[in-house]
C-alpha cells in the first residue's frame, strides 16, 4: 500500500464546475496535509495546507480533512481552463522531521 | 527575486559523468530539501538540512548521491558516476516551519 494514493485522473470538468480532488494516506498519526499544484514542466506551487479536521476555505479552494478516515480532499469551485495541471497531496508524516510524503498526484481538465 | 532558485536549471550529461546541483534557499528560511520527481509521479523526499546540519540521508538513492550545505545558506546535491535512472528532476525547497516552498527545479537527462 502507497503511503499517499491519489487517482491519477485525467478528473475532466466542464468550466463553471466544481471539481472534487481525493487523497488518502496511511500513516495515522500524520499531523498536516498540504495540496499542491503543478503545472507540466514546472515545480510545486502551494495551493493550501490544513492540519484540524474539517473545512478550511481559501478563495475557490477548500480543503477538507477527515483525520478517522485518513482522507484529504480539495474542492475547486468554478473551475477555470488555467486550473488544468497536476494536483498532488503531500502529508507530513509522523516525526518525519516535516520531509513531505507525496501521492501521484491528480490530473486535472478543465474544458471550455 | 526573494524564491528558491535552482542552477542549473537543465543538465545534459553522459553516464558515468558527475553532477552537481546549487539551491540558493529563501534567505530567512533555515530549513532546506531535496526531492527527485520522474515523469508521472510525486517527488520523492532525498535529505534534508538544518541549517548546516544533515539530519536525515537515509532517503538518499544510492552512495553515490550526497548533499552538502557548508554555511547553512545554499546546498549543492552532487551525483557520482551518473546512470541513465537518474534522469528525473531534481528539486530544492525551503522552510522556516512547515509550509515549504519548491525552486523551480533542476532537470536532468542522462544519455
Known amino acids: 500500500q502507497k503511503e499517499v494514493e491519489q487517482n491519477s485522473g485525467p478528473l475532466s470538468v466542464p468550466e463553471g464546475a466544481i471539481a472534487s480532488l481525493n487523497c488518502t494516506y496511511s500513516?495515522?498519526?500524520?499531523?498536516?496535509f498540504f495540496w499542491y499544484r503543478q503545472y507540466s514542466g514546472k515545480s510545486p506551487e502551494l495551493i493550501m495546507f490544513?492540519?484540524?479536521?474539517g473545512d478550511k476555505e481559501d478563495g475557490r479552494f477548500t480543503a477538507q480533512l477527515n483525520k478517522a478516515s485518513q482522507y484529504v480532499s480539495l474542492l475547486i469551485r468554478d473551475s477555470q481552463p488555467s486550473d488544468s495541471a497536476t494536483y498532488l497531496c503531500?502529508?507530513?508524516?509522523?516525526?518525519?522531521?516535516?520531509?513531505?510524503?507525496f501521492g501521484g498526484g491528480t490530473r486535472l481538465m478543465v474544458k471550455p | 527575486d526573494t524564491g528558491v532558485s535552482q542552477n542549473p536549471r537543465h543538465k545534459i550529461t553522459k553516464r558515468g559523468q558527475n553532477v552537481t546541483f546549487r539551491c540558493d534557499p529563501i534567505s530567512e528560511h533555515n530549513r532546506l530539501y531535496w526531492y527527485r520527481q520522474t515523469l508521472g509521479q510525486g517527488p520523492e523526499f532525498l535529505t534534508y538540512f538544518q541549517n548546516e546540519a544533515q539530519l536525515e540521508k537515509s532517503r538518499l538513492l544510492s552512495d553515490r548521491f550526497s548533499a552538502e550545505r557548508p554555511k547553512g545558506s545554499f546546498s549543492t546535491l552532487e551525483i557520482q558516476r551518473t546512470e541513465q535512472g537518474d534522469s528525473a528532476m531534481y528539486l530544492c525547497?525551503?522552510?522556516?516551519?512547515?509550509?515549504?516552498?519548491f525552486g523551480p527545479g533542476t532537470r536532468l537527462l542522462v544519455l
Open positions: 503531500a502529508v507530513n508524516p509522523r516525526g518525519a522531521g516535516n520531509m513531505l510524503t
Open positions: 500513516d495515522r498519526g500524520s499531523q498536516s
Open positions: 490544513i492540519y484540524s479536521n
Open positions: 525547497a525551503s522552510t522556516e516551519q512547515e509550509t515549504q516552498y
